[in-house]
Structure formats: C-alpha cells, structure tokens
C-alpha cells in the first residue's frame, strides 16, 4: 500500500491549491483543431520579442555547456546604472514571481502575517501558504488597494506587505501621495513589497517610482520584470532593488543559478533597445484605446486599467470564456480572484484584439 502522500507533506503545501496558468495557445489547437488562435491571456507582450535580444542570444547560446555566472555581475551591473542605485542592491530572480517567493522564505514562517488586498495577485496567498504563514486579507475599495484599510491590519507579526501596483487582474494602482503615506505609516520592521511588474507602461504624473522611494525607505522592496513590456516572459527573468542588507539575506536563499545564461544576455541587451519599449508602450497605448471603444459601445462595464490588459464585466464569465475559446480567442477568468462575472483579457495587436472584440459581439 502507498503512503499517504500528502499527509507527508507540510500542511501549508498539502492544503494549497496551485497557480492557474492561462490556457496554453497549442492546447487549445490539439483540442478544437483550430489554424489561428488568439491568445490574450497572460499579459504577454504581442510584439513578439526584440531582435536584439533574439541576437544576444544566439550568440550566447555557444556557451550553453557552461554554467551561468550565478551572481549575474553584468545583468546587475546594466540595472544598476538605469535606475542609478548600485549593484548590491539587487536581486536577479527566475521571473520577479522567484523573487516574491525568496522574500516569503527568507523572512517569514508559521508564526508571521503576509498582508495583501483583496483581489491582489494569486502569487501573495502562494507563497505565504507555501512557506505556513498567515495570510491577511485586506478589503479592496471599488477594485483597488485599500492602504488606510491595509495599515490598519498591521500587527506585531506582520512580516512582510504585498502591494501590486498597478494589481494584476484589476489593473488598478495608487498614486505617489498614498503610497508615500502608508509607507510613513509602516513600522522599520515590516518589509513593504511594491511588485512593479507593468510600470514600464505607465506614463501618469502621479504614478509614483519605487526605486526613488528606496532612499527614504529602508524596509521597501522593488520588484520588475521582463516578461511584461521586455517581451522576455517565456526566458524567466525578474529583479528586485532593496536595502543591501536585504538584497543579501535574499541572495542566501537564492539557487545559485536561478537565472539561465540565455535569459542574463537578453536581458542585459534588451534593457538598452529603448525602441522596443516605446513600442510596446505605443502598441499598448492603442489597444487599450480599442478595446476600451469596443466595451463601451457593447455596452459592457469594464475597470479602468493602467497595465498592459482589462477586467471585463461579462455576467456568466465561465460560459463567455468557454465560447470565447470555441471561436479560438483565450482570455483569463478571474473566479478564483472571486470575481466570477468578469474576464481579464490581455491588451494585443490591433488584429487580435479585433478578433477578440468580434467574437465577444457575436457570443453577447
Ligand atoms: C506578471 C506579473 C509578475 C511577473 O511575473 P514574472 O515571474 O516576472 O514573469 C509579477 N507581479 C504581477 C502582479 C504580475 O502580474
């Protein structure tokens, strides 16, 4: 007879429930047959990946038989100079999502709180569950963080505070005035997450920059990525900028290689290929716009977003979403968000966002 397996395991990890990954585009092919598929799912970037970065790694592809320098010295270095803090106060992870996940594990266990919003991203509640930690729930306000409602929830065993800006699935954000006060609110001791996955994408004047926040902050930490507008999702690629104290304590859990030689090249390349980003930024722009004009005159209510995709009030979301693939357009239901009526749907080209918008028409 085989063990109980999942008795085995600890109680954290055998109660969770895994990350739900957008339906992959060449499944959807196998199961309807379909030639062209519309995969506006996981806020991928619809350019397509720079050729730069394509070059760099070809050319690095070479040395693959050899590890990758694991303290990632040339990657951290090209960061370092962009956003002019220095070297040691950053964190090269597998994806930004490894990064969240180091600072859970480097600083919290069954005794700690991890404090995050209602409807914030499903990698908080992951990793706090992962590593046996307490997650706290804090109310959103009309789809939003609530940081008044946020700082209030703070207590002695508050460890760590998660803060998606803008969220992911609901594309809200808060501004430099309130994020500056919840900060001066936040005990030194309690380290403060601001996961800044799409802020490449934003151009607002009150959209605040978290690295600039550092210097005043010691107990902030700032996470990036390039799977959003790099177009680097598929290499697994993200960084943290923190306090140097932090940035160490982080690289003691870090795997020594958690980032490929592929993925340090391209990205390294990439961050100096600013005509890509503008493009991505222009291209979002647009498809936001047409998508915004396509949900108003179906007369759908939508929440206003800043990231590079849309939450969508569509009613039943799980039969919309079903026929949506039927006519191979996939998007993301956001239920185990507990928001069963909308749909998160990816910002494309301007083709594809159509195709979605047309099939949506024909279904509703
Ligand atoms: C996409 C996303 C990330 C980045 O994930 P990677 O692991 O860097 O690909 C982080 N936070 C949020 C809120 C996101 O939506």
Same mark, same amino acid.
């Given at each position: 007879?085989?063990?109980?397996?999942?008795?085995? %395991?600890?109680?954290?990890? /055998?109660?969770?429930? &895994?990350? #739900?990954?957008?339906?992959?585009?060449? @499944?959807?092919?196998?199961? $309807?047959?379909?030639?062209?598929?519309?995969?506006?799912?996981?806020?991928?970037?619809?350019?397509?990946?720079?050729?730069?970065?394509?070059?760099?790694?070809?050319?690095?592809?070479?040395?693959?038989?050899?590890?990758?320098?694991?303290?990632?010295?040339?990657?951290?270095?090209?960061?370092?100079?962009?956003?002019?803090?220095?070297?040691?106060?950053?964190?090269?992870?597998?994806?930004?999502?490894?990064?969240?996940?180091?600072?859970?594990?480097?600083?919290?266990?069954?005794?700690?709180?991890?404090?995050?919003?209602?409807?914030?991203?499903?990698?908080?509640?992951?990793?706090?569950? %992962?590593?046996?930690?307490? /997650?706290?729930?804090? &109310?959103? #306000?009309?789809?939003?963080?609530?940081? @008044?409602?946020?700082?209030? $929830?703070?207590?002695?065993?508050?460890?760590?505070?998660?803060?998606?800006?803008?969220?992911?699935?609901?594309?809200?954000?808060?501004?430099?005035?309130?994020?500056?006060?919840?900060?001066?609110?936040?005990?030194?001791?309690?380290?403060?997450?601001?996961?800044?996955?799409?802020?490449?994408?934003?151009?607002?004047?009150?959209?605040?920059?978290?690295?600039?926040?550092?210097?005043?902050?010691?107990?902030?930490?700032?996470?990036?990525?390039?799977?959003?507008?790099?177009?680097?999702?598929?290499?697994?690629?993200?960084?943290?900028?923190?306090?140097?104290?932090?940035?160490?304590?982080?690289?003691?859990?870090?795997?020594?290689?958690?980032?490929?030689?592929?993925?340090?090249?391209?990205?390294?390349?990439?961050?100096?290929?600013?005509?890509?980003?503008?493009?991505?930024?222009?291209?979002?722009?647009?498809?936001?716009?047409?998508?915004?004009?396509?949900?108003?005159?179906?007369?759908?209510?939508?929440?206003?977003?800043?990231?590079?995709?849309?939450?969508?009030?569509?009613?039943?979301?799980?039969?919309?979403?079903?026929?949506?693939?039927?006519?191979?357009?996939?998007?993301?239901?956001?239920?185990?968000?507990?928001?069963?009526?909308?749909?998160?749907?990816?910002?494309?080209?301007?083709?594809?966002?159509?195709?979605?918008?047309?099939?949506?028409?024909?279904?509703?």
């Amino acid at each position: 007879m085989s063990c109980d397996f999942f008795s085995l %395991a600890t109680s954290g990890v /055998s109660a969770l429930s &895994p990350y #739900v990954p957008g339906k992959p585009e060449d @499944e959807l092919k196998r199961e $309807l047959g379909l030639a062209q598929i519309t995969k506006l799912a996981s806020n991928e970037n619809p350019l397509g990946p720079s050729k730069k970065a394509l070059n760099a790694i070809a050319h690095a592809s070479s040395a693959l038989c050899r590890y990758p320098d694991g303290s990632g010295f040339v990657l951290r270095s090209a960061l370092a100079k962009r956003l002019d803090v220095s070297a040691n106060q950053i964190t090269l992870g597998n994806g930004s999502n490894d990064v969240l996940e180091l600072i859970v594990r480097a600083f919290c266990d069954e005794r700690s709180e991890v404090l995050f919003s209602q409807y914030a991203f499903a990698v908080y509640p992951l990793v706090t569950q %992962a590593v046996g930690a307490t /997650s706290v729930v804090a &109310p959103a #306000v009309q789809w939003g963080h609530d940081l @008044e409602a946020m700082s209030a $929830l703070i207590s002695d065993k508050t460890k760590v505070v998660f803060i998606a800006n803008p969220n992911n699935p609901t594309g809200t954000y808060v501004n430099t005035d309130t994020v500056v006060r919840f900060l001066d609110s936040v005990p030194a001791n309690v380290l403060v997450v601001l996961d800044e996955a799409y802020c490449e994408y934003i151009d607002l004047a009150d959209f605040p920059d978290g690295v600039a926040l550092l210097a005043k902050y010691p107990n902030l930490i700032v996470t990036r990525t390039f799977s959003k507008a790099w177009g680097l999702a598929g290499l697994r690629v993200g960084y943290s900028v923190s306090h140097p104290d932090v940035a160490n304590i982080l690289n003691r859990v870090r795997q020594p290689f958690n980032v490929n030689a592929l993925a340090l090249a391209a990205a390294t390349i990439v961050l100096e290929d600013d005509d890509y980003l503008e493009a991505s930024v222009k291209t979002n722009n647009k498809g936001m716009r047409q998508i915004v004009d396509g949900f108003e005159s179906l007369g759908l209510e939508y929440i206003p977003s800043v990231g590079n995709f849309i939450c969508v009030k569509v009613g039943d979301a799980a039969g919309v979403y079903q026929k949506l693939l039927r006519s191979g357009v996939i998007v993301r239901p956001v239920a185990n968000y507990g928001m069963p009526e909308h749909l998160r749907v990816s910002i494309g080209l301007k083709e594809e966002n159509s195709r979605f918008l047309d099939a949506l028409k024909a279904i509703l």
